[in-house]
């Protein structure tokens, strides 16, 4: 059996599907696949149920599964003791208005610091779905929206920022100039109602108008903004400490009175509290986001 088969079969199982797990570790489905049957002539009993459209992975390859999750991370945790540089491969996630701000900067800072240390994303991007998926163990960090009621007790968070809400309004359309006013004259471009700020947005909105129903719905504060440029309504969404709104497109109001700020944290498992991969990201992303 060759030690690199079983980062293999961690992916299968986190995936559900072989081209996915290849995907994730740049190798082909074939020769996951390949792999796959190396596991189990070693083994000398299948690992997943191939009768059906989708691979499913049997009791025993679980078993197998959480018996290398916890070996390669007492490897790692000893080849971490033993480099003085910090290196190897980070599993992160974020949120997607982090994907589209400040991650690339993030990632460049990383690269910089600790250019042996390498980071995979995971393309999930919502924050529930990031932190159970950490609390699961198939990430390793995740950069997050904080959820109202707290993390889960497995995981510790870190502050990076606070958000306060506005509210956005199509320039020189609005007399007078009032939340009021405009929550009731113009249609509502929801920020995603799925997601905690959206869900946060939406409580606030529905305060100065019940039973308001959103004219639009988008995932992306960018995409709102864009909409409310056009004159397609209004919204209320975080003020992201990287992204400008442009005076000329669109007018906004400060909600920092009537609303909590929306708190972006790095969040990681308690076992991993010392873990000196998750620092480094730390310093990186406190560098670019600067001083809360």
Not at 226 to 254: C, H, N, T, W, Y
């Amino acid at each position: 059996m060759r030690f690199g088969t079983l980062p293999t079969l961690q992916a299968v199982v986190r995936r559900g599907n072989f081209a996915a797990a290849a995907q994730e570790m740049a190798l082909t489905p074939s020769a996951v696949s390949q792999q796959m049957r190396q596991l189990e002539d070693y083994f000398g009993q299948p690992l997943f149920d191939r009768s059906g459209r989708a691979v499913k992975p049997t009791p025993f390859a679980l078993e197998v599964v959480a018996t290398v999750d916890q070996a390669l991370a007492g490897l790692q945790s000893l080849r971490d003791r033993s480099r003085p540089e910090v290196g190897g491969r980070l599993r992160l996630g974020v949120i997607n208005s982090v994907l589209l701000s400040t991650l690339p900067a993030i990632l460049r800072t990383m690269g910089q610091r600790y250019p042996t240390l390498q980071v995979t994303l995971e393309p999930e991007n919502t924050s529930e779905t990031l932190l159970e998926s950490l609390k699961a163990g198939d990430i390793d960090a995740a950069v997050v929206v904080k959820p109202r009621a707290g993390v889960s007790r497995k995981l510790e968070s870190e502050v990076l920022v606070e958000e306060p809400f506005v509210l956005i309004y199509p320039h020189g359309r609005v007399h007078p100039v009032d939340v009021e006013t405009i929550v009731r004259k113009w249609p509502w471009v929801r920020y995603n109602g799925s997601l905690e700020g959206g869900r946060m947005a939406s409580a606030f909105v529905r305060r100065v108008a019940p039973g308001l129903h959103p004219q639009y719905e988008v995932m992306t504060t960018q995409a709102v903004v864009g909409m409310v440029s056009e004159g397609l309504g209004f919204s209320v969404i975080p003020l992201q400490r990287q992204v400008e709104l442009d005076a000329s497109a669109v007018k906004f109001i400060s909600l920092e009175r009537s609303m909590p700020k929306r708190q972006i944290v790095l969040a990681r498992r308690a076992a991993d509290s010392d873990s000196r991969r998750i620092d480094a990201l730390l310093r990186c992303v406190r560098e670019v986001y600067g001083p809360i």
